[in-house]
């Protein structure tokens, strides 16, 4: 099926139908009533025909003498008039050229069954009527008896061919009229059907573009209209469950974020306070030394939850924003390791004059955390790789650890997801690849995990280098 | 040791704070609103103001905008973490720095030494650039003659840029010399500080001669 024969579209298809309807009926009338015209007038025709000739024959009967000579014959053909040939046994008299039409066969039927034989035929180009009829004698007491005489005529109908033709002719006219016009009716009748329809499709599509305020105003009280309320039911009940679900996540958002703000302030009390203890444990019993100092390990990591916390609340309600700068990565990256003291425990690969547009804050939020689970769960050596392809800029991050099993590996970037149990006390929110990941997309890149080849995990950051200002 | 004035709502914050750089060796006096702060700032004449943001009445980048207009006493504002209306907004009305909370005391103190150390870069003596008259000496700037007040950020980022016209500094450089922020700064603070310094000493702040913007790389000091 290379090409479709039914067409696509349903206006087409309306039109095809209507016309094809349309132009058949019509047709068939046309020709149905051509038809039946023109056997009327053949039939009338003939009979004419065939009347006058009997008549004619019928009134000339009385003075002829029996047997005929070639007088008689004459006497007789001239009486019928022109395009006549009259035999007896094997006397002759003809008239016309055209009497050489009267065939064998006729003459045979006319001798075989004894009574008036017509045939019509066609011969150059011409329709023609042969009228052939023995003649019959009545004696007084009614008895018949074949005289031997036989009459044919020959008569041209080329003026009926033509009125039949005429009157095929102007019933192919009707028809063809009424194409145009079935054209115009199925273009009305498939507007009526496809305004509102076309109506129904448009508001579906704003619909599914998001726009739950469309609606379709009804019209009449046909299926469409049911159609046409159907959907406008429907997109109510969507728009009202959708509103519903957005005020609620709107909700758990805010109060996610509420949480955290509010958490801050006692948080700024402890972190203001607990150095203090710090300084004081020097002195105190090594119990309240030991309690102090799990006071100010464990305020810290309150202080980082709370804020990666504030980090994910505001990449749910969409208002993190990238504040771009060109960004030398190479410096960026060995700045991230040496601002955390891991320059002696990871290698370092990377091109220098390497610039990108990004967020340098996010970048090294990113790196940090990828660097410290490699360093924290993985076995060195760790490798941080920058590399740049056209389209973007790599950073790689490898160790020679474990890995991550298979069942880790799709769950990696969940929050709050401790690969191990037995981690579960390593100093992190489990919010931190959540939160690297959010970054990668904020900048239109991505962050992928997966293995090394040697072994271990390895992470690649990618970062499109065609970022405009924002 | 330096007289502070911390302003700050939550009186357990304001506390631990007021405790924490207390052994610092600050002199803190505290207030807890806007409005109390600027009284005591007038009677305690403090060398810096600690102003949280969040506060009761009139918020901190008001009070902020208050202390500007009345001298050029150093600030530092106390803000949510990237809560980024309130750094941009802080530091639109006019403040040294800032610090996120919850604020570590030893950050803090740091950041509190920095901009009291904003003086003279090195002094050389008297710059002149056109209309500008800058003494590295005295520390002071005059325009077309008129002395012009800046505070101490402006005036050591001034210093920074004009002691090498022509050459480009990157924010990242700016903050390092100027806001001595050791690591990832946050470069809006040096573009918050071109903008007030440029309303100061600029003819037309939009077609700036003195501070220009190189852009994509940071600024430098005109004219060449």
Redesign the interface.
């Known amino acids: 099926m290379s090409r479709r024969l039914w067409p696509r579209g349903l206006r087409a298809r309306l039109l095809v139908a209507f016309v094809l309807v349309t132009v058949l009926g019509a047709a068939a009338a046309a020709w149905a009533s051509a038809r039946s015209a023109s056997t009327a007038l053949v039939t009338s025709t003939q009979q004419q025909l065939t009347s006058a000739f009997t008549g004619q024959i019928a009134a000339i009967t009385p003075q002829l003498t029996y047997p005929p000579n070639q007088g008689t014959l004459d006497q007789l053909r001239a009486a019928v008039g022109p395009d006549t040939l009259v035999t007896y046994q094997n006397l002759r008299a003809a008239d016309g050229a055209d009497t050489d039409l009267v065939t064998a066969g006729l003459r045979d039927a006319v001798r075989g069954r004894n009574r008036l034989v017509t045939e019509r035929i066609v011969a150059r180009d011409t329709p023609w009527l042969l009228v052939g009829t023995p003649m019959v004698i009545t004696a007084p007491d009614g008895a018949r008896t074949p005289s031997g005489i036989e009459v044919y005529a020959v008569r041209d109908l080329t003026g009926v061919e033509q009125q039949i033709d005429s009157l095929t002719r102007s019933a192919g006219i009707t028809a063809a009229v009424a194409v145009p016009l079935a054209v115009l009716l199925a273009l009305l009748a498939a507007g009526s059907v496809l305004r509102p329809v076309r109506e129904v499709r448009d508001t579906a599509r704003k619909l599914a573009a998001g726009d739950l305020d469309a609606r379709s105003p009804p019209k009449g009280v046909d299926e469409l209209a049911e159609l046409t309320v159907t959907i406008n039911e429907m997109a109510e009940s969507v728009q009202t469950s959708m509103v519903a679900m957005q005020r609620m996540q709107a909700d758990a958002r805010r109060f996610a974020a509420d949480v955290s ?1 509010e958490l ?10 607990v ?2 203890l710090a ?1 004081t444990t020097e002195e105190a019993e090594p119990d309240a030394r030991e309690s102090a100092q799990l006071a100010i390990a464990e305020t810290h990591r309150l ?1 980082r939850l709370v ?1 990666d916390l ?2 994910v609340s ?1 990449f749910d309600a969409g ?1 993190a ?1 990238l ?1 771009l ?2 960004v030398d990565v190479a410096g960026a990256v060995r ?1 991230c390791l ?2 955390r003291g891991w320059l002696d425990r990871v290698e370092l690969v990377a091109p220098k004059e390497l610039r990108l ?1 990004s967020d ?2 996010r970048l ?1 939020v990113v790196v940090a955390n990828l660097v410290g689970n490699a360093v924290r769960h993985g076995e060195p050596p760790v490798r941080v790789q920058v590399s740049a392809t056209r389209e973007e800029v790599l950073i790689e991050v490898t160790d020679r650890g474990p890995g991550l099993p298979e069942s880790v590996l799709p769950h990696v970037f969940d929050r709050f997801y401790k690969a191990d149990a037995a981690r579960s006390r390593t100093p992190g929110s489990g919010l931190g690849l959540a939160i690297a990941l959010e970054n990668a997309r904020l900048h239109g890149g991505d962050l992928t995990a997966g293995d090394a080849e040697g072994g271990g995990a390895r992470f690649v950051l990618h970062l499109p280098r065609d970022l405009e200002d924002r | 040791m330096a007289a502070i004035l911390l302003i700050e709502d ?1 009186p ?2 304001r ?3 007021q ?2 750089l207390g ?1 610092h060796g600050h002199d803190v006096r505290t207030a807890d609103t806007g409005e109390d702060g600027l009284d005591e700032l007038r009677a305690a004449r403090p060398d810096l103001v600690v102003l949280d943001v969040m506060l009761p009445g009139i918020d901190g980048f008001e009070v902020c905008r208050r202390i500007r207009a009345a001298g050029e006493v150093p600030v530092i504002m ?1 803000t ?3 809560d ?1 209306f309130d750094v941009v907004g802080g530091l639109a009305a006019g403040a040294d720095d800032y610090v996120v ?6 950050v803090l103190d740091a950041r509190i030494r920095a901009v009291l150390r904003r003086g003279p870069g090195t002094p050389d003596g008297l710059r002149v650039h056109r209309d500008l008259r800058l003494d590295t000496a005295s520390l002071t700037v005059s325009m077309h003659g008129e002395p012009v007040p800046l505070t101490p950020t402006e005036m050591r980022l001034l210093l920074t840029l004009s002691g090498a016209p022509g050459r480009v500094f990157s ?2 450089q700016l903050l390092e010399t100027v806001w001595e922020h ?3 700064g ?3 603070l040096v573009d918050n500080c071109v903008q007030r310094l440029r309303a100061k000493i600029e003819a037309d702040p939009a077609n700036p001669e003195y501070v220009q913007t190189v852009r ?2 940071g600024y430098r000091f005109g004219p060449l």
Request: aromatic content about 4%.
């Open positions: 703000h801050r302030t006692p948080l700024s009390t402890l972190t203001a306070v150095e203090v300084d202080v804020e504030m980090e505001r208002t924003q504040r700068e060109e700045d040496r601002a547009r340098r804050r090294d | 939550d357990l914050v506390r631990g704070l405790l924490a052994r106390l949510a973490r990237g980024d909370k919850p604020a570590q005391p030893t924010r990242q050791d690591y990832l946050d470069s809006r994509g790389f």
